[in-house]
């Protein structure tokens, strides 16, 4: 192949339907630039997407919700693993706070329409404070990475499932978490 043809644009046609016109018409009104700058964009971020394991839009999307807010953080997990090494048994304020916490996502998330537990679970999963197992609609297991971890999230949810009309069992043995959802 010739460096001329490298260089050279290349036009390419697309058949989009309806929707995706019109979403392509609006990020390109948004962004004020071409269609072809969207595009070429969007094959960037694309790209990104595909090397880091090919999330899926809600996954992207729960991701960097979490990421974007400015009262979230992101560190090593070995920095939180020394931080309850330090504290060791909660306080009685501390057991409070993480159910007032739980019930303010709760409030937090009926407004982004995911009040369901199980959409919960899964999003709050992306935080890789725990892996959850489905056992079924109603039933989860969930297993902290971090085994100190677990009372502190068995409160969390306590709160989440307190803020909402679902009367739920949760219990903790060996390090693990079982929520039944009645």
Known sequence: ???????????????????????????????????????????????????????????????LDLRMRP?????????????????????????????????????????????APIKCLKRLEKTNLYRLIVESDDNFTIIPIIPEMGEYIKLFLEGYMEASDLTAEIQMSKHKIRLRVR
């Not at 644009?9 to 609006?26: F, Y």
């Not at 990020?27 to 269609?35: A, D, H, V």
């Not at 330090?86 to 998330?109: A, Q």
Request: proline share 3%; with cysteine.
């Open 71 to 115: 009262d979230n953080l992101l560190f090593d997990i070995g920095i939180f693993q020394a931080f309850l090494q330090e504290i060791e048994e909660p306080s009685e304020d501390l057991r409070e706070e993480l159910r007032e916490i739980g019930g303010d996502f709760y409030s937090s998330y009926c407004e982004k329409g995911i009040a």
């Open 1 to 63: 192949m010739s460096s001329e043809k490298k260089k050279r644009n290349e036009r390419v046609t697309v058949n989009l339907d309806p929707e995706s016109l019109r979403r392509l018409d609006d990020i390109e009104s948004k962004l004020r630039t071409s269609k072809s700058e969207v595009v070429r964009r969007a094959l960037e971020y694309l790209e990104v997407v595909l090397k880091k394991g090919e999330l899926t839009p809600e996954e992207l999307e729960t991701t």
